[in-house]
């Protein structure tokens, strides 16, 4: 399973999102690969690499089959969870850089996200270059909000990304859904932005609600998975990312079905394979 995580805007708990699910595949025992594409680095930091030598910046300026293997680092995770981490200077690569610039990523990942049956990309706060390198890397998006004013207008930009990537040159990639963090349903704001978000996509909104719990503050400080973190609020939004999980691996495995691939990579741009 490929996927990327995805948010117009920061402060919306995407990276969050994107290190529960890689704790929810840690705790299941899945070889698992996160690509971290935030020029901010912030899963790098919570996910404490034995080296952050060679990142996605060095990847992305490379490009070349495979190359990412040689950026891959062991996480202080544990065993089977391991890193492409970011850098600073990946804020250089937000722009293109000629032809095909936005499929530097899925080139360099060629043959390298075999060895995994999750890899997760955490893109940056923005749907530009980088992003759209994720969204040609892989076969799902998560779309992450909040339920703010901006929710909506935020949600549609990208899933017009998505759309505009899966048309150019990536025809498996399919939006998982819109995860909308930070969901109070008992306040009156919340509860309209909910239904009005419903109502522009009502295929699209998950029903997983992820409880604010100091828990995940603790686990990131700590650098580890919040499902490692002892803690009754701990296990509560470990249970959830879980869900949220199994939803991911389903779509992906009908994904492969719809579409009659193999669980390998294998892409088609509009006119030809590559």
């Known amino acids: 399973m490929t996927c990327a995580v995805v948010a117009q805007k920061g402060g919306v708990g995407k990276t969050t999102t994107l290190l529960g699910l890689a704790g929810a595949a840690w705790e299941r025992g899945l070889r698992t690969l996160v690509v971290d594409l935030d020029p901010q680095a912030n899963a790098t930091s919570a996910m404490d690499p034995a080296s952050t030598a060679y990142s996605t910046n060095d990847v992305l300026a490379d490009a070349r089959s495979g190359v990412a293997a040689d950026a891959v680092v062991a996480s202080g995770w544990g065993p089977g969870i391991d890193l492409i981490p ?7 690569r937000a722009v293109p850089e000629g032809r095909d610039s936005t499929l ?3 080139l360099a990942l060629e043959g390298v996200i075999d060895n995994y049956d999750v890899v997760l990309v955490d893109c940056p706060p923005s749907l530009g270059e980088l992003t759209r390198n994720a969204l040609a890397a892989v076969r799902l998006a ?5 339920p703010s004013f901006f929710a909506l207008p935020g949600a549609a930009a990208a899933l017009e990304a998505i759309e505009v990537v899966r048309g150019s040159n990536n025809l498996v990639l399919r939006p998982a859904g819109v995860l909308v963090n ?6 009156s704001e ?4 909910l239904v009005e978000l419903e109502a522009a996509y009502p295929n699209l909104i998950l029903p997983y609600v992820v409880p604010e719990r100091i828990a ?6 700590a650098c580890v998975p919040v499902q490692a973190w002892r803690s009754p609020g701990a296990r509560e ?3 959830v990312y879980d869900d949220l999980l199994d939803m991911l691996l389903t779509k992906a495995a009908e994904t ?8 390998t990579m294998t892409f088609s741009t509009g006119t030809e394979s590559s």
């Open 237 to 239: 939004v470990a249970d």
């Open 182 to 187: 930070r969901s109070r349903p008992q306040t």
């Open 216 to 221: 995940v503050q603790q686990a990131q400080g």
């Open 256 to 263: 492969v079905a719809d579409l009659g691939v193999s669980s």
């Open 190 to 193: 919340h509860a309209f932005r």
């Open 86 to 92: 970011a850098e600073r200077a990946l804020e250089h």
């Open 142 to 146: 998560l779309v992450v909000t909040e």
């Open 104 to 106: 530097r990523l899925r």
